[in-house]
């Protein structure tokens, strides 16, 4: 690719809860990636998250707290660009890739989303480099793997395509959890989703209301999938609920490895194992927990 602009028409919008020790950092990273506009919907902070994104050079909104769903769809109804990211308050953006997304998407009229893969980092500041999940990412492969491939952070989304997923059938469920893995399938309703290796984002591995509420945010993912499977009749391997809660124990193990914290990370790896010691054995052997 040649002759990167940075992309003025870009609206990075960004929800935000007690940020106020991130969101300088999240906003600047923005604006670094050329955003014409920077819009922090702050969700009912009681700390000065507001006052600061408007400092760092950010268009404030502030409402009720409604949870990170709401606030993002209430930034999306305030943006008038071609582009939009959707940044969490202890993300970052990287500057030439957020380019490069652009840049695909310009000349590629067919797609909805262009991402790039994501830099994991821990508590202590380590940095961990992902690969690309799985590709082609398309409305099958969502809802087979049955899990979105990146975190907001990674995707350039055409605006157009976002409002045009809003009234495409079936009808969104608009859940409290996993709210960004459903937007991504309803994108891939409308349009193209392009993948590649290059790292877009640097993602806060500690986890936020998807780790603290672990079960209800995979119960929710599950009855995403569900609903969008069975209306375009797409089979998928639904997981049982012992399959959930294995699931919620690794992925609060994977949060506590992010944080540093080995004694938890044993123990919730403990609760996994005996959940069901036959599956996890294979999946031991199948691929390192700590990447699923």
């Known amino acids: 690719m040649s002759d990167i602009r940075p992309p003025s028409d870009l609206t990075v919008i960004i929800p935000a809860f007690r940020a106020e020790s991130t969101i300088e950092r ?12 920077v819009i922090v919907v702050d969700d009912g902070s009681d700390d000065d998250t507001g006052a600061r994104a408007e ?34 308050s202890d993300d970052e953006l990287i500057s ?73 059938p079936p009808a969104a469920l608009t859940p409290r959890f996993a709210e960004d893995y459903e937007l991504l399938i309803r994108l891939s309703l409308v349009g193209g989703i392009a993948v590649r290796d290059e790292a877009s984002c640097r993602y806060s591995l500690a986890g936020g209301k998807s780790v603290r509420s672990a079960t209800s945010a995979i119960e ?39 944080s540093g914290n080995r004694v938890a990370t044993a123990a919730r790896l403990g609760e996994w194992f005996l959940a069901d010691p036959v599956y996890a054995s294979r999946k031991l052997l199948s691929k390192p927990w700590s990447r699923n």
């Open 26 to 37: 999240a906003v600047g990273s923005a604006l670094a990636a050329g955003a014409g506009t």
């Open 55 to 88: 400092s760092a050079g950010a268009v404030c909104i502030r409402q009720e707290n409604s949870g990170a769903a709401k606030a993002r769809a209430n930034g999306a109804e305030h943006a008038t660009s071609k582009y939009l990211i959707f940044l969490d």
């Open 96 to 168: 030439t890739a957020v380019q490069h997304s652009v840049q695909i998407l310009e000349e590629n009229p067919s797609l909805a989303v262009s991402a790039g893969t994501v830099i994991g980092v821990t508590d202590g500041g380590t940095e961990r480099p992902f690969p690309v999940r799985y590709s082609p990412v398309d409305t099958e492969s969502l809802l087979v793997n049955g899990f979105g491939p990146w975190p907001p952070c990674a995707a350039v989304v055409r605006r157009e395509s976002y409002v045009q997923s809003k009234s495409a």
């Open 220 to 258: 929710a993912k599950e009855q995403i999938r569900d609903h969008y499977a069975r209306h375009l009749g797409i089979e998928i391997d639904r997981m049982s609920d012992r399959r959930i809660r294995m699931a919620a124990s690794a992925r609060r193990a994977r949060a506590e490895w992010a």
